[in-house]
């Protein structure tokens, strides 16, 4: 093999173990403000982009209050969590139609505040700030936008994460457990 031939070797193998070792999980969709009272309608619901399998075995999701300056532990996986690809999971309170996968009792504000996901050993797989935050410390380029009360902030392409929550995601009617694009059937159907 020529020295080229094995530098784009080097580098199409760099790529292919690096998309492997890249975290595919993503936080899909958000609702954090039902018209009335919140409690017990609040969803965070989770996306696994890749092609494999995503064990999320105590990946926590964590909540910042806008105005302070931690993050603190709102629901913890339980061992043997696992999202099949393309899969969703939706973390949420008992009045969510259809029930969610984990149901919790969330204390979500509507904003400037901030969601993540980590992994068991604390990393951070990704950051939503919504309701107007932008320090950089809490989200991802920029925070969402806000949205009115009974809308959600969802991927405008499920799992497709930019780092730039303002470009990632928008205003939408709740679909918990829903992909937020429809799937269509690539078939061609001809015409009679």
């Given at each position: ?41 609040e ?68 904003g ?42 969802a ?24 992909h ?13």
């Amino acid at each position: 093999m020529t020295s080229g031939g094995r530098f784009l070797f080097c580098m199409v193998l760099a790529c292919v173990v690096s998309r492997a070792c890249a975290q595919t999980v993503v936080i899909n969709e958000l609702y954090y403000d039902h018209p009335g009272t919140d409690t017990g309608h609040e969803f965070v619901e989770l996306f696994n982009a890749g092609a494999s399998p995503a064990d999320i075995s105590d990946a926590a999701i964590e909540f910042h209050n806008g105005t302070g300056s931690t993050w603190s532990l709102v629901w913890r996986a339980p061992p043997g969590t696992v999202l099949a690809p393309d899969g969703l999971y939706v973390v949420g309170g008992e009045l969510v139609v259809p029930l969610p996968d984990a149901v919790i009792t969330y204390s979500l504000q509507n904003g400037p505040d901030a969601i993540r996901l980590v992994n068991a050993d604390g990393g951070v797989l990704d950051t939503v700030g919504y309701g107007g935050l932008d320090d950089p410390d809490f989200v991802e380029t920029r925070g969402a936008d806000a949205v009115p009360a009974g809308k959600s902030i969802a991927r405008a392409l499920d799992g497709v994460d930019s780092n730039n929550n303002q470009i990632d995601f928008v205003a939408a009617s709740p679909t918990p457990g829903r992909h937020n694009v429809a799937r269509r059937d690539a078939a061609l159907v001809l015409a009679p």
